[in-house]
């Protein structure tokens, strides 16, 4: 029998034999080749009608609108078959005829970059090849390519070379792996106890992370998750420009340390994800070296500066860290997912190393065979650094950097023109791309502004010709910018600026 056929039983209870189209698998096969270009042909052709087609970065479809789409489509519906053309056309109504478009010049609400053409060939490979990054035997050159990018991004970071790291899905994956290192290495050098074997020792209800109250979230998410609570965060109250303020840090250290808490962690944040605030890395290293603490870097968001000339100084301190997480789908120009975790010291990969006799042997260790499972919290993993492979090699470093050089540009611009301006308030100075800040039109403070600014943000998404969002300080509502795309220009700022307050205006004829 062909492997592509299998048996089922008629409605006699007979078993027939079914033959799958074997066209659908891609193999080396003539038909299989023939059929994978002609399918990536039509892909690529509907793509590019769409961004052709689209002007603005969505459409303003209600998600009722798009809700009553899907509800047409009935589970049982999966069992009929239809042509490629077919799906693609369906795709096109169902998703992307609305969906947003990241690299619109005038969508600049989240920490979505556009991404590199170079990556969109890389990501051909990576998914027609379908390399599996856990082990040697399913990766081969793809291991020497993603370790050739640890030690680029090792030395850009400032780490010995006894440093090591590993590409990750995200920064919250990265972050778990910074806070399950920094508990296990305390609760190795402190107690007679292994925790992968022994689990947590009681005192572990004890255990205190620090950070600034603007971080991200996924601290509190990944806490909880090793088994410490979100209660073990304690957060720092930030300064006039949301970083971390180290008097207040050391103070919380000596008061948790009284409480008969046990500090074992200070996280610094290298660009909020609000604000792009910067915490002082060298102070908090200092700190954290004192009280003999693990020190973790956020740098999902600001990783990219470390390439830029103008700004890398901008990271001082990141060198001294314990770990540090960089998201290259941020400032890096990356499609998702593709993010990297890093660590000063190879042997804290011991923290996280399990052996699977199939998988990665003593023996293939012992042999030298890089086999990258022993150092993630993933096994199946995707040849993901192929993507930064592809854009160092094409674009090259500076011309990487540019991109989010210009993008910081673009953000103190903004940052200056609403300063000018009597109808804005603007409550930091950018430090890499994100602006916050509220549309402000009456005289003094106004309790409607909440409702306001959070009225201009729907209804500029409704209408879907630019895109920004708003977050909460001291429970107040601002409007924010995160501007990525080097392709924003100043007029495209402008004519935001404009439709904000032109929906501001209609709110306030209407209230």
């Given at each position: 029998?062909?492997?592509?056929?299998?048996?089922?039983?008629?409605?006699?209870?007979?078993?027939?034999?079914?033959d799958h189209p074997r066209e659908h698998i891609f193999s080396n096969e003539k038909i299989g080749i023939s059929n994978y270009k002609k399918s990536m042909k039509k892909a690529i052709h509907a793509?590019?009608?769409?961004?052709?087609?689209?002007?603005?970065?969505?459409?303003?479809?209600?998600?009722?609108?798009?809700?009553?789409?899907?509800?047409?489509?009935?589970?049982?519906?999966?069992?009929?078959?239809?042509?490629?053309?077919?799906?693609?056309?369906?795709?096109?109504?169902?998703?992307?005829?609305?969906?947003?478009?990241?690299?619109?010049?005038?969508?600049?609400?989240?920490?979505?970059?556009?991404?590199?053409?170079?990556?969109?060939?890389?990501?051909?490979?990576?998914?027609?090849?379908?390399?599996?990054?856990?082990?040697?035997?399913?990766?081969?050159?793809?291991?020497?390519?993603?370790?050739?990018?640890?030690?680029?991004?090792?030395?850009?970071?400032?780490?010995?070379?006894?440093?090591?790291?590993?590409?990750?899905?995200?920064?919250?994956?990265?972050?778990?792996?910074?806070?399950?290192?920094?508990?296990?290495?305390?609760?190795?050098?402190?107690?007679?106890?292994?925790?992968?074997?022994?689990?947590?020792?009681?005192?572990?209800?004890?255990?205190?992370?620090?950070?600034?109250?603007?971080?991200?979230?996924?601290?509190?998410?990944?806490?909880?998750?090793?088994?410490?609570?979100?209660?073990?965060?304690?957060?720092?109250?930030?300064?006039?420009?949301?970083?971390?303020?180290?008097?207040?840090?050391?103070?919380?250290?000596?008061?948790?340390?009284?409480?008969?808490?046990?500090?074992?962690?200070?996280?610094?944040?290298?660009?909020?994800?609000?604000?792009?605030?910067?915490?002082?890395?060298?102070?908090?290293?200092?700190?954290?070296?004192?009280?003999?603490?693990?020190?973790?870097?956020?740098?999902?968001?600001?990783?990219?500066?470390l390439i830029s000339e103008k700004h890398k100084s901008k990271l001082k301190g990141i060198e001294l860290s314990d770990s540090a997480t960089i998201d290259y789908h941020k400032t890096f120009y990356?499609?998702?997912?593709?993010?990297?975790?890093?660590?000063?010291?190879?042997?804290?990969?011991?923290?996280?190393?399990?052996h699977a006799d199939y998988l990665n042997s003593k023996e293939q260790e012992e042999e030298g065979i890089p086999n990258m499972v022993k150092k993630s919290i993933q096994t199946t993993r995707r040849?993901?650094?192929?993507?930064?492979?592809?854009?160092?090699?094409?674009?090259?470093?500076?011309?990487?950097?540019?991109?989010?050089?210009?993008?910081?540009?673009?953000?103190?611009?903004?940052?200056?023109?609403?300063?000018?301006?009597?109808?804005?308030?603007?409550?930091?100075?950018?430090?890499?791309?994100?602006?916050?800040?509220?549309?402000?039109?009456?005289?003094?403070?106004?309790?409607?502004?909440?409702?306001?600014?959070?009225?201009?943000?729907?209804?500029?998404?409704?209408?879907?010709?630019?895109?920004?969002?708003?977050?909460?300080?001291?429970?107040?509502?601002?409007?924010?910018?995160?501007?990525?795309?080097?392709?924003?220009?100043?007029?495209?700022?402008?004519?935001?600026?404009?439709?904000?307050?032109?929906?501001?205006?209609?709110?306030?004829?209407?209230?």
């Amino acid at each position: 029998m062909n492997i592509l056929e299998q048996t089922k039983q008629d409605s006699n209870n007979k078993l027939v034999v079914v033959d799958h189209p074997r066209e659908h698998i891609f193999s080396n096969e003539k038909i299989g080749i023939s059929n994978y270009k002609k399918s990536m042909k039509k892909a690529i052709h509907a793509i590019s009608n769409t961004l052709k087609e689209r002007k603005t970065p969505f459409t303003g479809k209600s998600i009722d609108a798009l809700r009553e789409k899907f509800n047409k489509i009935q589970l049982e519906h999966f069992k009929e078959t239809h042509s490629l053309e077919y799906v693609i056309e369906e795709l096109k109504e169902l998703y992307l005829d609305d969906c947003v478009h990241f690299h619109h010049p005038k969508y600049i609400a989240h920490l979505n970059c556009p991404i590199l053409t170079p990556t969109l060939v890389a990501e051909t490979f990576i998914s027609s090849l379908n390399s599996s990054m856990d082990t040697w035997d399913q990766s081969t050159g793809g291991t020497f390519i993603e370790l050739k990018l640890i030690e680029w991004t090792l030395d850009i970071l400032g780490f010995p070379t006894e440093g090591d790291g590993i590409f990750t899905s995200g920064g919250t994956q990265s972050n778990m792996m910074g806070l399950l290192l920094a508990r296990d290495f305390y609760i190795k050098n402190n107690y007679d106890i292994d925790p992968k074997m022994e689990g947590l020792p009681a005192d572990a209800s004890k255990f205190r992370v620090f950070c600034s109250d603007v971080s991200h979230f996924s601290l509190k998410k990944n806490l909880s998750l090793l088994g410490l609570g979100q209660n073990a965060v304690i957060p720092i109250t930030v300064d006039a420009d949301f970083k971390m303020d180290v008097k207040k840090l050391e103070l919380a250290i000596e008061e948790q340390k009284q409480l008969g808490n046990i500090p074992i962690a200070i996280v610094g944040t290298a660009g909020t994800t609000d604000f792009g605030s910067i915490d002082p890395l060298p102070a908090i290293s200092a700190i954290a070296k004192q009280h003999k603490l693990w020190f973790h870097v956020d740098a999902a968001y600001g990783g990219g500066l470390l390439i830029s000339e103008k700004h890398k100084s901008k990271l001082k301190g990141i060198e001294l860290s314990d770990s540090a997480t960089i998201d290259y789908h941020k400032t890096f120009y990356q499609p998702v997912s593709s993010s990297g975790f890093f660590m000063r010291d190879k042997s804290f990969i011991d923290y996280i190393k399990y052996h699977a006799d199939y998988l990665n042997s003593k023996e293939q260790e012992e042999e030298g065979i890089p086999n990258m499972v022993k150092k993630s919290i993933q096994t199946t993993r995707r040849f993901d650094a192929l993507k930064l492979w592809f854009s160092l090699r094409v674009i090259g470093v500076e011309g990487l950097s540019s991109y989010l050089e210009k993008a910081i540009e673009n953000a103190q611009f903004t940052a200056h023109y609403l300063n000018e301006r009597k109808d804005f308030e603007i409550i930091h100075q950018p430090e890499i791309s994100a602006v916050v800040f509220r549309y402000t039109p009456y005289s003094g403070l106004d309790a409607t502004y909440c409702n306001l600014n959070s009225h201009i943000r729907k209804a500029m998404f409704n209408e879907g010709k630019a895109i920004i969002t708003s977050t909460k300080v001291k429970e107040e509502v601002f409007l924010k910018f995160t501007l990525l795309n080097p392709l924003t220009t100043t007029k495209d700022i402008e004519e935001v600026i404009d439709l904000i307050v032109f929906h501001g205006q209609q709110y306030s004829l209407k209230n």
